[in-house]
């Protein structure tokens, strides 16, 4: 059984940084793909950032602006979000992919082991 719990959400101004995190536990691999998403009002679950064994991928909307690490020894993934805007305010959620395959990092439905989420608000 494999949880993820995410953590580090909250409210900032625009133009701050927050550093969100995901801890995996239970049954972890290095080789795993995993991937930040979000959820905005209103909106469908959009694609953020992936990392699996070579270059990350960014979503062009936080390309220059987030960066995602992860530390295998801690079986965690972390998501730097700099330069924050009202826009980027949803729940943001971590995924691992089990099986990664190449171009499907933006694909959600790749993903099958999910966190349930925590909330980033920013005010302008």
């Known amino acids: 059984q494999v949880q993820l719990a995410e953590s580090g959400g909250g409210l900032v101004q625009a133009g701050e940084s927050l550093r969100v995190s995901c801890a995996v536990s239970?049954?972890?691999?290095?080789?795993?793909?995993m991937g930040w998403f979000r959820r905005a009002p209103g909106k469908e679950r959009e694609f953020v950032a992936a990392i699996s064994w070579g270059d990350p991928y960014y979503a062009d909307s936080v390309k220059d602006r987030f960066i995602i690490s992860r530390d295998n020894a801690k079986n965690t993934v972390y998501l730097q979000m700099n330069g924050l805007k009202p826009e980027d305010t949803a729940v943001y959620y971590c995924?691992?992919?089990?099986?990664?395959?190449?171009?499907?990092?933006?694909?959600?439905?790749?993903?099958?082991?999910w966190g349930q989420g925590t909330q980033v608000t920013v005010s302008s």
């Open positions: 995924g691992a992919d089990f099986l990664p395959q190449l171009h499907r990092h933006s694909d959600s439905g790749a993903y099958k082991a």
């Open positions: 239970g049954r972890t691999s290095s080789t795993w793909r």
